[in-house]
């Protein structure tokens, strides 16, 4: 069965401290794994998309990567305004399914 | 400006009363989709459509109707409304192409159904 698991749940780190979010996933077919971000009350907002193992993308203070199994998203030295809800999906094959896992939630106080 | 916009914002209701959310796009975007989101679920895909008059079943269809006569619009239908479609929906779009198939998201419709 096709699954997208993220993990930690939820996150707390100081200003300044590095960290990585996990996303693992099983899928038929990967056609592309997506990162978002999500603000409390908003529509996802779009990150990167990765679709090869090895591709790696930077934005600021984020750095996404991707395995056969897994991505991470590193972040670092992050600041409060990149406190948010981080959202991983994968696409699977040819078709239009979009599998999102559950998130990780990350606080990052001053 | 490039977006997806969503009508209503947010939308109390009864049961079985039947109700439309209106998607459109101004991004001439070939596919669109409907989410739910819901706590502890994560964000769970209900119908998309690859092009005009073109949808298929997500993972979660089940009391949901859709349609897409217009590239541009993809309402959700409710025809008979139940309290555990009290939920978070957005809808998205993109390109079908791969490189270019990222989706952008509307803004959200918050319903609750009494």
């Known amino acids: 069965e096709d699954q997208v698991t993220q993990s930690p749940e939820a996150l707390r780190l100081q200003e300044g401290e590095s960290s990585s979010l996990n996303c693992s996933y099983t899928?038929?077919?990967?056609?592309?794994l997506f990162w978002y971000r999500q603000d409390p009350g908003k529509g996802p907002e779009f990150l990167f998309t990765?679709?090869?193992a090895g591709e790696e993308k930077e934005k600021e203070r984020l750095k996404a990567t991707l395995t056969k199994k897994e991505s991470f998203l590193h972040i670092t030295a992050p600041k409060p305004e990149d406190s948010a809800t981080y959202l991983c999906?994968?696409?699977?094959?040819?078709?239009?399914?979009?599998?999102f896992g559950q998130g990780t939630t990350l606080q990052v106080k001053p | 400006e490039a977006q997806v916009t969503q009508n209503p914002r947010y939308l109390i209701t009864v049961t079985g009363k039947k109700l439309t959310v209106t998607c459109s796009q101004n991004?001439?975007?070939?596919?669109m989709s409907w989410y739910r989101q819901d706590p502890g679920l994560g964000l769970r895909q209900i119908y998309y459509?690859?092009?005009?008059?073109?949808?298929d079943k997500g993972d979660v269809p089940e009391g949901y109707k859709v349609s897409r006569k217009e590239k541009r619009n993809f309402p959700l239908i409710l025809e008979s409304p139940s309290p555990n479609q009290t939920s978070l929906y957005f809808c998205?779009?993109?390109?079908?192409?791969?490189?270019?198939?990222?989706?952008?998201f509307g803004p959200g419709t918050r319903l609750t159904v009494l």
């Open positions: 899928v038929s077919g990967l056609r592309g």
């Open positions: 990765l679709y090869s």
């Open positions: 991004m001439n975007h070939e596919y």
């Open positions: 998205a779009s993109s390109r079908v192409q791969e490189s270019t198939d990222t989706q952008y």
């Open positions: 999906a994968v696409k699977r094959g040819n078709t239009g399914k979009l599998i």
């Open positions: 459509s690859m092009n005009v008059e073109v949808t």
